[in-house]
């Protein structure tokens, strides 16, 4: 069951939270539309009626929005969130019923927020209790490669932010967490898996332990073979790798805290032509006749800001470029984003460059501030770069690069513990479920309902359509066309006032009421639109 993340919380705040789905709806002129709502006022992912938004408001505020869904653009891949080593840890530590019901949260598309695109880690990441690889040092024939990191369980000493917490499953890992999310009803959901770092004895110029410094390139063979060996390990364990990356933030490895190793646009390039492109396809994993028939290749995963120059080595060359499916991106600095329009530009440049390209952000994530796991999110937090408001954020930013082609957004971690942890490197961060490993409470963050508003509604197979109307300082919007037929509008409205929203969709209009600081998705049943 939810529980309450701090006794500030109202009854009627978790009676909302724990309620995700109502039968109610409204019926205007021959269709239905149901709304659901998150907002600051307490509201959680809650399917409201007309009656049950804000007083009646200055109608000269009215925003009109035309729906075309004869205009399509790009297909949805999915959203979600990531399994990491910490979040397998973190679900080891409770019952197995609030574990299974926590995934269920999770990746239910009925009773929970049906999670659709996912990434995992390949060696150990920042998110992983230590640092680890599959093979044994300098073993270049690979004969010791085995996923069995993933899958050994956790001793309960690997560090000090685990030590002295009971296990209740210490065999539980992140092939487990994966199979166990596999057999929740109705989950279906891929997999993006990304290296942060190869052995430390493949690097040169390293810090610590497999942190900065760079491949070697008399490995990058060996390399591309142990990249490949993994995605046949877990095919092993019947689950499939929708995607890789062939490198996670390749030009953050001069300062990295982490594991981490550095590739240059021409590196990136080099490797993914003469060396992994040709050995996926060697092992069967990778189509050169239809990139979506197989493992899809996505390079750069690094921030958005920067990525033009980046992919432009591999795509301007057709060797390398027929391997590469599409790009992968990040959004850090959060605080930058507003005053750089989300990088809007960015997208487009990349989007209308290389139109037969993918394009799906990766990774996002802020730090936590632990004595406030709900309430940081709807006020000012900060980064290295500045500050921001991390609901506005996350609300813009996957409206914004829905809005400019991109068809999947997956946040970092998602499960932490309430502190953020275990990340031995004191770099702590929110995630949409937050659990305390020894008091077993269970937080479900804003976080958690933003990105339901999107998982849940927008399902893979959609195409974003076109969405016309007018423009209104603090609302932003998208609209998406589902394999049903039914349509999702997503509507952010951040300002501090209610507002009136009229659609209009074939001819008919139906007015909606946002209230302040609230997102909304408004579904339009469209087995009523004859």
Known sequence: ??????????????????????????????????????????????????????????????????????????????FG????????????????????????????????????LT?????????????????DKGDTNLSTFSVNEDMKGFSGAENDQVRGIELIKPDYDIIPMIKEAQN??????????????????????????????????????????????????????????????????????HDARWDSNGFTAKQGRDFLKNHLGPQLVEDGHLNLDDLNAGLRVLIYDHNKSAMNNYVSETYKDPEAAKYAWGTAFHWYANSELEKNNWHAEALDTLRTTWPNKGMIHTE???????????????RESTDYAGTFIPFNTYAY????????????????????????????????NSAPVLINPVTDQVIYTPLYYLLSH??????PGAHRIELDGEQHEGLAYTAALNTDGSIAVVVFNKTEKPLELQFTLKSKSHNIQIAPRALQTIMFKTNLLN
């Not at 999107?454 to 399902?459: A, E, G, M, P």
């Open 364 to 378: 996002s994530s802020i730090d936590i501030d632990a004595k406030d796991p709900i309430g940081q999110y709807w």
């Open 454 to 459: 999107f998982s849940k509604l927008i399902r």
């Open 119 to 135: 990434r995992t880690h390949i060696n150990s990441s920042d998110y992983s209790n230590n640092h680890y690889t599959y093979v």
């Open 1 to 78: 069951m939810f529980k309450l993340p701090n006794p500030n919380i109202t009854l009627l705040h978790l009676l909302t939270i724990s309620s995700l789905i109502f039968s109610c709806s409204t019926k205007n002129e021959g269709y239905a539309v149901e709304v659901y709502q998150t907002s600051q006022s307490g509201y959680y992912l809650k399917l409201i009626t007309k009656k049950a938004t804000t007083p009646p408001i200055d109608q000269s505020k009215k925003v009109k929005l035309q729906i075309n869904p004869n205009q399509k653009f790009q297909e949805i891949i999915g």
């Open 397 to 428: 930013d996957i409206i914004k690069d829905l809005n400019h082609g991109t068809q999947g957004y997956i946040e970092w971690c998602m499960i932490l513990s309430h502190k953020g942890q275990p990340n031995p490197y004191d770099n702590f």
């Open 184 to 253: 929740i009803k109705g989950a279906n959901f891929k997999i993006i898996a990304s290296p942060w770092s190869p052995p430390s004895w493949m690097k040169s110029h390293e810090t610590s332990e497999m942190t900065n410094g760079s491949l070697q390139p008399q490995y990058y063979g060996i390399w591309a073979e142990y990249l490949s060996k993994y995605v046949s390990a877990y095919a092993e364990h019947n689950i499939e790798i929708w995607g890789i990356t062939p490198q996670n933030e390749p030009l953050h490895a």
């Open 81 to 116: 969130a990531s399994f990491t080593e910490s979040s397998a840890w973190n679900l080891a530590t409770i019952p197995e019923k609030l574990r299974k019901d926590v995934l269920t949260k999770l990746f239910s598309p009925t009773e929970g927020a049906g999670f659709s």
